[in-house]
């Protein structure tokens, strides 16, 4: 029996028995969900690249004060479209796959639920991308409006504009689609004895995401296609000469918007909560405080968009509503914090690569949180709104947060995906690397903030100039340290070591990647092997592990 | 937070509303935990979230109410 479900070779006989057309049609018309998961992790990192290089332009711009490398209206482009191309190319994508390669795995379902709708939500992605990144060649160039595409700018933009909004259609449908797919599967797949309160923490922020993406891309989409009519077909949603109001549009985006921060965030937290049990060889603290902190994220998330707007001139009773409704949505959080650390607490703690940035993560991102926190206080915030301490904030929570969740996803689940261990020096040298250039970026940006830059602007007061500089430093070795990901990936898709037996911690007694495609009936052997699949990729104590077979 | 309640088959309203409550602050106990494994019903779960999150923004809104009026 455990010769049949771990024997590499038959697995590829298996492949070869279906029929699977092969070369880039594999690709193309695959629907099998690790093949859908790894063509959105591979995306996602061709998006944040495009997304680095604009950030390293607009960082090459700020090293010096005065203008030295491009024109202000391209500067403009830069920063608008590094904003988008990072949050809707990289960050959601990366999520995506994790969701594709791991949920199926992780409950013991075959596939996704709709496997041929999944190959359409990814495919959806490149055209998205293609509009996004084509918009740049567009007379006038791309959108320049910000990535939160306030109007009344965004109303005066040229095609860009167009392109722009189309692409954010295509990529909420694809979204929309990819979370019916996922709720689907988690509450539909699950194999037998597998209940909701049994499954993996991943499972769990996943499932809340999904729900939190049907709720809030519709409304994404009913913007800018506002935005779209007001620009073309006469309407005067956000125009007062014509009775309509600019602020409604920061309302309807930031509906979406702070709901958008937490479909970033919670997966992070998901991949986090994998992670640190292994690696302290503990079971995870709280597990049910987990699943319900989570949840009241979720709900909670929907009442505090107005805290993005306390400088729209909004009633005192306003702003103090939304400031004491954030600050209570941070409690939920800190449990989460605390929870993480409890299961550190006297555990026998190893620091392998997955480790690091998971731990990393805790340390940054709850600064992110506390920055957070500050911005919610009405009185600072008037004081630092669109200035570069809100960029320190979200850089702290979105790229220390589930940036580096997601390396750490990649380091933890890569031997799983490919059969072979990643280099733990490289991955080691991309950590150290990440962390210390992320916080000589993204640190000074707080005093930067604090002394009043505004953010958005290609030119800044001499004052300014040293922290501009190290900032810009830092920026270029993250940027280069991501090389250094890349090699560490390619070196384990390639091959190398094969993955470790490390007993004790995660169950490595299967030499070989999870087959590509497993039974779709599922019987007995089949619940077996994704049970196998499962332990080696998650916490060895939530299955039943004395009597998993050897 | 342990109540001498020792039936646990069918959860009542109060006790689906203070696992809700305790849920907005993320925390519950193992023992309290397992007995609304067993006991609650989804269905009440999701309606009991949903009037506490409306009951969470009312009582914000008094509490501005109450302080914009000082
Ligand atoms: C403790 C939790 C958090 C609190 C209290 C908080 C609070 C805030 C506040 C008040 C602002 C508005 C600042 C301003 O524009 O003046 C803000 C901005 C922002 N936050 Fe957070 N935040 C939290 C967590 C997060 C997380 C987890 C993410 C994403 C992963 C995030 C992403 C962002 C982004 C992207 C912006 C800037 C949006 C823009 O203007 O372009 N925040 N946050
Ligand atoms: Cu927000």
């Known amino acids: 029996m455990s010769s049949i479900a771990h024997d590499p070779t038959h697995g590829h006989e298996h492949d070869h028995h279906a029929h699977h057309p092969s070369g880039v049609m594999r690709w193309i018309t695959t629907t099998n969900h690790k093949d859908i998961g790894s063509l959105y992790l591979w995306f996602s990192f061709i998006m944040f690249l495009a997304g680095g290089v604009m950030a390293l332009t607009i960082r090459a711009e700020l090293f010096q004060p005065g203008l030295q490398i491009v024109q202000p209206e391209f500067f403009n482009q830069l920063t608008t479209m590094h904003g988008l191309v990072m949050v809707f190319g990289a960050i959601m994508p990366a999520f995506v796959g994790f969701a594709n390669w791991q949920i199926p795995l992780m409950i013991g379902a075959p596939d996704m639920a709709f496997a041929r709708m999944n190959n ?4 959806l992605l490149p055209v998205a991308a293609i509009l996004l990144m084509g918009s740049f060649l567009a007379p006038g160039g791309a959108s320049a409006a910000g990535w939160t595409l306030y109007a009344p700018l965004s109303v005066q933009m040229g095609m860009g504009m167009d392109m722009l909004i189309f692409a954010v259609h295509i990529m909420g449908a694809s979204s929309i689609m990819g979370a019916i797919n996922i709720v689907t599967t988690i509450l539909n797949m699950r194999a037998p004895g597998m209940t909701l309160m049994k499954m993996p923490l991943f499972c769990w922020t996943w499932l809340i995401t999904a729900y939190l993406l049907i709720a809030v891309m519709p409304v994404l989409a009913g913007a800018v296609t506002m935005l779209l009519t007001d ?3 006469g309407t005067s949603f956000f125009n007062a000469a014509g009775g309509g109001d600019p602020v409604l549009y920061q309302h309807v985006f930031w509906f979406f918007g702070h709901p958008e921060v937490y479909i970033m965030i919670l997966p992070a937290f998901g991949i986090v909560s994998q992670i640190i049990p292994t690696f302290s060889r503990k079971p995870l603290f709280g597990y049910a405080s987990m699943v319900y902190a989570t949840s009241s994220i979720a709900i909670l998330s929907f009442i505090v968009w107005a805290h993005h707007m306390f400088t729209t001139g909004m009633p005192a009773a306003g702003q103090l509503f939304f400031m004491y409704a954030t600050m209570l949505i941070a409690v939920p959080t800190g449990v989460k914090v605390f929870n993480w650390v409890a299961t550190m607490w006297k555990g026998s703690m190893t620091f392998e690569t997955p480790m690091l940035f998971a731990v990393g993560f805790i340390f940054v991102f709850t600064m992110g949180g506390f ?9 600072i915030d008037i004081q630092i709104q669109d200035t570069y301490y809100v960029v320190a904030h979200f850089h702290y929570v979105l790229v220390a947060g589930s940036l580096f969740a997601i390396f750490a996803g ?8 490919t ?3 990643y280099d733990e020096g490289l991955g080691r040298l991309h950590f150290w690397a990440s962390i210390i250039f992320f916080n000589i970026t993204f640190f000074p940006m707080h005093f930067l903030g604090l002394a009043g830059m505004p953010r958005r602007i290609p030119d800044y007061a001499l004052q300014f100039a040293d922290f501009n500089a190290i900032a810009t430093v830092g920026a270029f070795g993250f940027g280069l340290s991501q090389l250094i990901f890349l090699a560490a990936v390619l070196k384990c898709v390639k ?6 037996q490390r007993s004790g911690t995660v169950r490595t007694d299967s030499s070989g990647p999870c087959p590509r495609q497993r039974p779709t009936i599922p019987s007995k052997l089949h619940r077996l092997s994704s049970k196998r699949c499962w332990l080696t990729g998650g916490p060895p104590w939530t299955g039943d592990q004395t009597s998993a077979p050897r | 937070m342990s109540d001498g309640d020792d039936t646990p088959q069918r959860a009542g309203f109060l006790s689906t509303v203070r696992a809700v409550l305790w849920s907005f602050a993320g925390v519950r106990k193992r023992r309290d935990y397992n007995q609304d494994a067993s006991s609650l019903n989804p269905v009440h779960v999701i309606i009991a979230g949903i009037f506490a999150a409306v009951v969470f923004v009312l009582s914000i809104v008094l509490v501005v109410r109450f302080v914009v009026s000082q």
């Open chain 1, 231 to 233: 620009r073309h077909f």
């Open chain 1, 371 to 379: 920055t957070g926190l500050i911005c919610a206080i009405t009185p």
């Open chain 1, 495 to 500: 091959g190398g070591q094969r993955r470790p």
């Open chain 1, 419 to 421: 059969g072979h261990m």
């Open chain 1, 120 to 123: 359409w939500s990814f495919w």
């Open chain 1, 410 to 417: 990649t380091y933890y689940w890569l031997p799983k995906w």
